[in-house]
C-alpha cells in the first residue's frame, strides 16, 4: 500500500483548517465510484448499465489477462492496473465499491483474496445474479439486456441495509431536531457569550471525512481565536496525545468561553445540523479531520468510513483517552459489531460521560 496517497489526521486538533489541503485520496461527491474487475464483456454490461445511473460512476476497471472488450466498446472507462494494485487503485481513486465481472470460471483464490481486500477497507463487493450476454455490436439490445441484470452485493455493512439504514435514519432525525428545538435558548446563550468574549463568527465549519470518503462541512461553535490554524506552527511541541491524534489540554489559542464549551461539550452541538443533513449519524466513528499530512497507513482503519461518522460513539463514553490508534480500534469495535441496540445503549451512556467531563478539553 502506498501511504503517500493519504492525507489524514486524528479528530482533534484545530478548529480551522484550510479546505484547500483536502487531497485527492477524498471528495466531496456522494456518488458510488465502482472499480470494475475484469474487462470482459461483464465489464461492458456493467459499463453500460451505470451510464443509466446517476448515482453510480464506473471509475476504471482492473485488467485480468490483457484480452478487453472494455477498450473496444466502452473506451470512456479506463484501464488502471491488474489485480495487485487493487489496494492501491482503492485508495487513490476513492473507491467505494468493487464490482466483480470476471468469468465464471475464475479461479475460487482470486475472487477470495478480492473479498478480503474489500472487506479490509470496508467496502461492498458487487456482482450480477444473471447476466443475459448482450450482442455488444447492437447497443440498443445490449442496453435492454442490461436492464434485467439483476446486482447482489458481499460485505456490505449492515447498517446499509434496509430496513435498517431507515430505521437509523427515521432515529437520526427524530433525535437530531427534538435535540435542535429543546436546544434554541443553550444555542442563544453560547452565541452571545462567544460573540462577547472575542472576535469572529459564532460557528465554525471545518473539512471532515465521512461515509465512503466523501468529505463534507462540519459544525462546531468556535472555540480558538479566528488565526487559530495559522498559530498550529508555534504550539506543536506542546502536542501531548499520542500517535497521530494533535490535542492540547491548555492550548493557547483557545478562547475564554472556548474552554468551557469544550470542557462540557457544548461545543459540538452544532453539529445536529450535520444529522439532519444526512452526513452525520447521531451514533457512529468520529468524523476525521482532513489535514495536509501523511498519517493514516493502516488500511484496517479504512472500514470506519464504511458508515456514516456520529456525534456519540465508543470512544466517547468509554474515556475519550487521547490515542489515535485506541480511538480508531474502538470505531472498528463499533463497525463491526453495529446494532440498532448498540447505538441506543452508547445514547444512554453519552449523558452521563459528558457530566463527567474525561479527558474532554
Same mark, same amino acid.
Given at each position: 500500500?502506498?501511504?503517500?496517497?493519504?492525507?489524514?489526521?486524528?479528530? /482533534?486538533?484545530?478548529?480551522? &483548517?484550510?479546505?484547500?489541503?483536502?487531497?485527492? $485520496? !477524498?471528495?466531496?461527491?456522494?456518488?458510488?465510484? &465502482?472499480?470494475?474487475?475484469?474487462?470482459?464483456?461483464?465489464?461492458?454490461?456493467?459499463?453500460?448499465?451505470?451510464?443509466?445511473?446517476?448515482?453510480?460512476?464506473?471509475?476504471?476497471?482492473?485488467?485480468?489477462?490483457?484480452?478487453?472488450?472494455?477498450?473496444?466498446?466502452?473506451?470512456?472507462?479506463?484501464?488502471?492496473?491488474?489485480?495487485?494494485?487493487?489496494?492501491?487503485?482503492?485508495?487513490?481513486?476513492?473507491?467505494?465499491?468493487?464490482?466483480?465481472?470476471?468469468?465464471?470460471?475464475?479461479?475460487?483464490?482470486?475472487?477470495?483474496?478480492?473479498?478480503?481486500?474489500?472487506?479490509?477497507?470496508?467496502?461492498?463487493?458487487?456482482?450480477?445474479?444473471?447476466?443475459? *450476454?448482450?450482442?455488444?455490436?447492437?447497443?440498443?439490445?445490449?442496453?435492454?439486456?442490461?436492464?434485467?441484470?439483476?446486482?447482489?452485493?458481499?460485505?456490505?455493512?449492515?447498517?446499509?441495509?434496509?430496513?435498517?439504514?431507515?430505521?437509523?435514519?427515521?432515529?437520526?432525525?427524530?433525535?437530531?431536531?427534538?435535540?435542535?428545538?429543546?436546544?434554541?435558548?443553550?444555542?442563544?446563550?453560547?452565541?452571545?457569550?462567544?460573540?462577547? /468574549?472575542?472576535?469572529?463568527?459564532?460557528?465554525?465549519?471545518?473539512?471532515?471525512?465521512?461515509?465512503?470518503?466523501?468529505?463534507?462541512?462540519?459544525?462546531?461553535?468556535?472555540?480558538?481565536?479566528?488565526?487559530?490554524? $495559522?498559530?498550529?506552527?508555534?504550539?506543536?511541541?506542546?502536542?501531548? *496525545?499520542?500517535?497521530?491524534?494533535?490535542?492540547?489540554?491548555?492550548?493557547?489559542?483557545?478562547?475564554?468561553?472556548?474552554? !468551557?464549551?469544550?470542557?462540557?461539550?457544548?461545543?459540538?452541538?452544532?453539529?445536529?445540523?450535520?444529522?439532519?443533513?444526512?452526513?452525520?449519524?447521531?451514533?457512529?466513528?468520529?468524523?476525521?479531520?482532513?489535514? &495536509? *499530512?501523511?498519517?493514516?497507513?493502516?488500511?484496517?482503519?479504512?472500514?470506519? !468510513?464504511?458508515?456514516?461518522?456520529?456525534?456519540?460513539?465508543?470512544?466517547?463514553?468509554?474515556?475519550?483517552?487521547?490515542?489515535?490508534?485506541?480511538?480508531?480500534?474502538?470505531?472498528?469495535?463499533?463497525?463491526?459489531?453495529?446494532?440498532?441496540?448498540?447505538?441506543?445503549?452508547?445514547? $444512554?451512556?453519552?449523558?452521563?460521560?459528558?457530566?463527567?467531563?474525561?479527558?474532554?478539553?
Amino acid at each position: 500500500m502506498n501511504s503517500a496517497s493519504l492525507m489524514i489526521l486524528a479528530s /482533534t486538533g484545530p478548529d480551522t &483548517v484550510n479546505s484547500n489541503r483536502v487531497e485527492s $485520496a !477524498f471528495s466531496g461527491t456522494r456518488s458510488t465510484r &465502482v472499480l470494475l474487475v475484469g474487462t470482459g464483456r461483464s465489464a461492458v454490461s456493467a459499463a453500460v448499465a451505470a451510464r443509466k445511473d446517476s448515482a453510480r460512476l464506473i471509475v476504471g476497471a482492473l485488467d485480468q489477462d490483457g484480452q478487453s472488450d472494455l477498450a473496444t466498446w466502452c473506451p470512456e472507462v479506463p484501464l488502471l492496473g491488474g489485480m495487485q494494485d487493487l489496494a492501491e487503485i482503492i485508495l487513490n481513486y476513492r473507491i467505494n465499491e468493487v464490482q466483480l465481472t470476471l468469468p465464471l470460471e475464475s479461479p475460487l483464490n482470486r475472487l477470495a483474496d478480492l473479498q478480503a481486500s474489500a472487506t479490509e477497507f470496508g467496502i461492498p463487493i458487487s456482482f450480477c445474479v444473471k447476466e443475459h *450476454a448482450p450482442r455488444v455490436a447492437e447497443r440498443d439490445e445490449r442496453d435492454e439486456s442490461v436492464s434485467r441484470v439483476r446486482m447482489k452485493c458481499l460485505n456490505r455493512h449492515a447498517a446499509s441495509e434496509m430496513p435498517w439504514r431507515f430505521l437509523k435514519r427515521v432515529v437520526d432525525v427524530a433525535l437530531g431536531a427534538l435535540a435542535l428545538v429543546c436546544l434554541v435558548p443553550l444555542f442563544a446563550a453560547v452565541a452571545v457569550a462567544i460573540k462577547l /468574549t472575542s472576535d469572529g463568527p459564532v460557528f465554525f465549519k471545518q473539512p471532515r471525512v465521512g461515509l465512503g470518503r466523501s468529505v463534507f462541512q462540519m459544525y462546531k461553535f468556535r472555540t480558538m481565536v479566528v488565526n487559530a490554524e $495559522a498559530l498550529r506552527r508555534q504550539v506543536e511541541s506542546m502536542n501531548e *496525545a499520542k500517535g497521530i491524534s494533535f490535542k492540547i489540554i491548555n492550548d493557547p489559542r483557545v478562547t475564554k468561553i472556548g474552554s !468551557f464549551l469544550r470542557r462540557t461539550s457544548i461545543d459540538e452541538l452544532p453539529q445536529l445540523f450535520n444529522v439532519l443533513l444526512g452526513d452525520m449519524s447521531m451514533v457512529g466513528p468520529r468524523p476525521i479531520p482532513v489535514w &495536509v *499530512a501523511e498519517q493514516l497507513g493502516d488500511t484496517r482503519f479504512f472500514r470506519r !468510513f464504511s458508515v456514516l461518522p456520529g456525534m456519540s460513539g465508543l470512544w466517547q463514553v468509554e474515556g475519550r483517552q487521547q490515542d489515535f490508534d485506541l480511538m480508531a480500534t474502538k470505531d472498528l469495535k463499533y463497525v463491526d459489531g453495529w446494532s440498532m441496540g448498540l447505538d441506543f445503549r452508547i445514547l $444512554a451512556f453519552t449523558f452521563p460521560a459528558v457530566l463527567k467531563g474525561v479527558n474532554a478539553h
